[in-house]
């Protein structure tokens, strides 16, 4: 079968499995199977599949129509501009949350975050490890604890932050949130992106209704990551009530949260007392996104 040919059929097959922009992942999985680039895919149209090149495309079309990530099948994701590696232990990361670290970085990188200074960073739910390593990567001074009560994830982090050559810069710690480190004042900046869908809408079938999860996300990334119990806040809840503890105060807060959860999320944090500079941020596509707050400069842990 020429590679013309395994493409058309494949961007059929995608299309009926009602995949947006087939062409754009088959050319995708014949370049990762053929280990070529996808120019060079596009431009040898003509050349002959042998058996093992036409199987191990068989293999990867099979799992994308059967709903499957792309990043999964692939075993990488590009985030930041760069190549990270992705497992199924592992959320896939998503624009979103690049929405969540320009603003962290923001924040840091202003004069009142003492850019020149050193910024020690707890990353909580660390998953592939990308804010940590983006934080690490885009701050001299950063020092990130990155933390995880998976010890799969932590593996993948781990990967990732060899190979962008950040990993003497983070601690990596097998934790559930707060639990694995001292319950001292210590960090500059607590940023986080906590499992936040709703039990009710993990509980509806996947893809069939307008507010229920893709199956690529309900029926393959880890419910671990995703389940933050009823209305999506139990590990929001968690995190700000052990907040006061680790954060240093004039210490910043970064979160990412559900579109729907702008209003209950600011409640559990002004309830705590002890927050100032509260803020809620839209992303690209005008949804509340990111909830950013600052413990006052008075208060003590």
Not at 13 to 34: F, K
Not at 180 to 194: H, L
Request: hydrophobic letters at 40%; glycine letters at 8%; one cysteine or more.
């Amino acid at each position: 079968m020429q590679i013309k040919t395994a493409f058309t059929n494949g961007v059929k097959r995608l299309g009926q499995a009602d995949i947006p922009e087939p062409e754009i992942e088959v050319s995708l999985l014949l370049s990762h199977a053929l280990k070529m680039g996808r120019t060079k895919v596009l431009l040898s149209g003509h050349r002959v599949l042998n058996a093992a090149e036409l199987e191990i495309f068989e293999e990867k079309i099979s799992r994308r129509q059967a709903r499957e990530p792309l990043a999964y099948i692939t075993g990488e994701k590009e985030f930041w501009s760069l190549d990270f590696k992705v497992s199924k232990d592992v959320l896939i990361p998503r624009p979103e949350t690049e929405f969540l670290l320009e603003k962290t970085l923001g924040a840091i990188k202003t004069p009142a975050g003492k850019s020149g200074k050193r910024v020690n960073i707890l990353d909580l739910g660390t998953g592939s490890g990308v804010i940590a390593i983006i934080l690490a990567l885009e701050l001299a001074a950063a020092e990130v604890t990155a933390i995880d009560c998976s010890y799969k994830a932590l593996k993948v982090a781990r990967h990732n932050a060899e190979k962008h050559m950040v990993n003497d810069k983070i601690n990596f710690i097998n934790s559930d949130w707060f639990d694995g480190i001292v319950e001292q004042a210590e960090f500059d900046v607590v940023v986080s992106n906590p499992p936040y869908i709703a039990k009710d809408i993990l509980a509806k079938p996947f893809g069939k209704t307008q507010d229920s999860l893709e199956p690529e996300v309900g029926c393959f990334e880890p419910l671990l990551a995703l389940d933050g119990g009823d209305r999506g806040i139990r590990e929001i809840d968690t995190i700000v009530a052990g907040l006061g503890k680790v954060l240093k105060p004039g210490g910043w807060f970064f979160l990412e949260i559900g579109a729907d959860q702008k209003k209950e999320v600011f409640d559990i944090v002004k309830r705590t007392g002890i927050f100032d500079s509260i803020a809620i941020y839209n992303d690209y596509a005008g949804l509340p996104r990111v909830f950013q707050a600052r413990k006052s400069s008075g208060w003590k842990s």
